[in-house]
């Protein structure tokens, strides 16, 4: 196993570039100690970002990611989001204070405005900042924005990432947002990068894994994973899905599998609307 890759976030800060994502994560109480035990065992190998938000579950996913960090929060670099509903001064810093009980901690590495909504972005970058500057949040970031919705940031903000969908099905962001956040040094970070599972079936990528003795999701995972300034936060419930998911790290994909790939899961030519799940 090689050693886990991070990318550098604006702040100079590096994280894993596989990380956990915890969307549906805490909704079955049935699934509770595999799901802590898959978010222990992904710490384990170096998946050390975890990601969550108070709209999963409606704090669920929160309090379980807080159970599974209980005394390894030292090791772990977590994010979560603040809803757009919840985004003005008040709200954001009241939502903030429920993450940091759920979670059990004092701090959220990285806080997220889930996607943007009516509350001026001016207001809730002055909020974000305010948590930064009293230790609440360590950074800021956004979540769901386009191109245009990254410009009309106020002037010297500066997102620490952009977490959109982004996988082999999803490539409306390499033709205008990857570029463009690449020209402002900020990561993209890849929620959904297997598409929850729908397009491994597909004849291109099982061609791919087979010939690398490895699995359609390893091969999906491993393409986002190829970009050098792309997080991928995959959700995974179980402990074997998450060594899974670790192992895409060490697949490197020929140019050949990227020409097969690009054959079967074309290029955008055009600008496309950012698809959200």
Known sequence: ??????????????????????????????????????LRRGIDLGMTLIDTAEMYGSGASEELVGEAIRGRRGDVFLVSKVLPSHADSAGTAEACRASLRRLGTDRIDLYLLHWRGGVPLHETVDALESLVADGSIGAWGVSNFDVSDLADLPEGARPQTDQVLYNLTRRGPEYDLLPRCRELAVPVMAYSPVEQGRLLGHQALAAVADAHTVTPAQVALAWVLRRDDVIAIPKASTTAHVEENRAALDLRLTDDDLGALDAAFPPPRRKQPLDIL
């Open 1 to 38: 196993m090689t050693e886990a890759r991070t990318v550098t976030l604006p702040s100079g800060v590096e994280v894993p570039a596989l990380g956990q994502g915890t969307w549906r994560m805490g909704d079955d109480p049935a699934r509770r100690a595999e799901e802590i035990a898959a």
